[in-house]
């Protein structure tokens, strides 16, 4: 072997030594890095504690995660400060084009989660600390939504639907959505802007149903489904068999909605314990009136009757 191939083979030798042993030039670097970051955010007033991973990737840039817990219950205005100005002074100390970052803190009981980069994250991160309140459990602030889970209950708290003056529901480029199991049944409600969900007496069609079908069952308001863009109030059961329908809970739950201005469209679903699809009835409706006798009208149409009869029973 030559001199000078033995050379060659020696400074590649102790480079590989020094990568593995985390001494090369490049691992340094990205130890300061991190520990600037690291005394960065422990500074800063809001924040209780702070971890920062950097993951070294040989054909791509370095993936950097933080994780950054705010002290309790802070304000709106320290949060927006921490996801905007925070975040920002994180991506110029790493040298990174994007930083997976989560910040997190409790407000009223409720934990929260903001997932980073996002867009107008301090607007989102500020209106929802002034939209928690103590019934929530988790609040979730994603690129694409705010969702917010409330803890279980054996009743839906009165004035549950977010009205279209919260905060949340003022920004607009995100979806905002409520959930909450209620005995043994999840409600759950999908917002849209300048859509005002709080005529719906979701309450009452959940007290309607039976109890001994309220095992599993699913009540969903959606200000605006995928297809039709329609406020649509779905409600899905189980049935040990086909056999086993009953028109009576379908019936009680739409009683309950007619009349109601807002919603556009009821559909009433059925499953059974397998893989079968569910079996869908749906009705449109139009200032608070069922249109024709629902789809398909045969199975409709007895569903539609018992619902009528439940209102004149009533009254």
């Given at each position: 072997?030559?001199?000078?191939?033995?050379?060659?083979?020696?400074?590649?030798?102790?480079?590989?030594?020094?990568?593995?042993?985390?001494?090369?030039?490049?691992?340094?670097?990205?130890?300061?890095?991190?520990?600037?970051?690291?005394?960065?955010?422990?500074?800063?007033?809001?924040?209780?504690?702070?971890?920062?991973?950097?993951?070294?990737?040989?054909?791509?840039?370095?993936?950097?995660?933080?994780?950054?817990?705010?002290?309790?219950?802070?304000?709106?205005?320290?949060?927006?400060?921490?996801?905007?100005?925070?975040?920002?002074?994180?991506?110029?100390?790493?040298?990174?084009?994007?930083?997976?970052?989560?910040?997190?803190?409790?407000?009223?009981?409720?934990?929260?989660?903001?997932?980073?980069?996002?867009?107008?994250?301090?607007?989102?991160?500020?209106?929802?600390?002034?939209?928690?309140?103590?019934?929530?459990?988790?609040?979730?602030?994603?690129?694409?939504?705010?969702?917010?889970?409330?803890?279980?209950?054996?009743?839906?708290?009165?004035?549950?639907?977010?009205?279209?003056?919260?905060?949340?529901?003022?920004?607009?480029?995100?979806?905002?959505?409520?959930?909450?199991?209620?005995?043994?049944?999840?409600?759950?409600?999908?917002?849209?802007?300048?859509?005002?969900?709080?005529?719906?007496?979701?309450?009452?069609?959940?007290?309607?149903?039976?109890?001994?079908?309220?095992?599993?069952?699913?009540?969903?308001?959606?200000?605006?489904?995928?297809?039709?863009?329609?406020?649509?109030?779905?409600?899905?059961?189980?049935?040990?068999?086909?056999?086993?329908?009953?028109?009576?809970?379908?019936?009680?739950?739409?009683?309950?909605?007619?009349?109601?201005?807002?919603?556009?469209?009821v559909e009433l679903s059925t499953s059974v314990e397998s893989k079968v699809q569910p079996k869908v009835v749906g009705f449109d409706m139009?200032?608070?009136?069922?249109?024709?006798?629902?789809?398909?009208?045969?199975?409709?149409?007895?569903?539609?009757?018992?619902?009528?009869?439940?209102?004149?029973?009533?009254?």
């Amino acid at each position: 072997m030559s001199v000078r191939r033995r050379q060659v083979l020696a400074v590649t030798a102790a480079s590989l030594a020094l990568a593995v042993a985390g001494c090369s030039p490049m691992a340094m670097a990205r130890r300061r890095r991190k520990r600037k970051v690291q005394q960065y955010l422990s500074g800063l007033d809001a924040v209780a504690s702070a971890r920062v991973e950097v993951h070294p990737e040989f054909s791509e840039p370095d993936r950097w995660i933080v994780d950054v817990r705010l002290k309790d219950d802070p304000s709106a205005e320290s949060v927006a400060t921490v996801v905007r100005d925070a975040y920002a002074e994180v991506l110029r100390l790493t040298g990174a084009s994007e930083v997976r970052m989560v910040v997190t803190w409790a407000q009223a009981k409720a934990s929260v989660f903001c997932y980073l980069p996002m867009k107008d994250a301090d607007k989102a991160a500020s209106a929802t600390v002034e939209a928690v309140s103590p019934g929530m459990e988790r609040v979730q602030i994603e690129e694409e939504r705010i969702s917010f889970e409330y803890r279980t209950t054996e009743t839906l708290p009165d004035h549950f639907i977010l009205p279209p003056t919260s905060p949340v529901l003022r920004l607009g480029s995100l979806r905002v959505e409520q959930s909450i199991l209620i005995g043994r049944s999840h409600c759950f409600i999908s917002h849209a802007k300048g859509k005002d969900l709080t005529s719906v007496p979701i309450k009452r069609a959940l007290d309607s149903i039976p109890s001994d079908k309220r095992y599993g069952a699913v009540l969903s308001l959606e200000a605006e489904d995928v297809g039709s863009h329609q406020v649509r109030l779905i409600f899905k059961k189980w049935a040990k068999d086909w056999q086993d329908e009953d028109v009576q809970p379908d019936a009680a739950v739409l009683a309950t909605v007619l009349g109601n201005q807002a919603l556009q469209r009821v559909e009433l679903s059925t499953s059974v314990e397998s893989k079968v699809q569910p079996k869908v009835v749906g009705f449109d409706m139009k200032s608070g009136a069922v249109v024709g006798q629902g789809d398909p009208p045969e199975k409709g149409a007895p569903i539609l009757a018992a619902a009528q009869q439940v209102l004149t029973s009533a009254s």
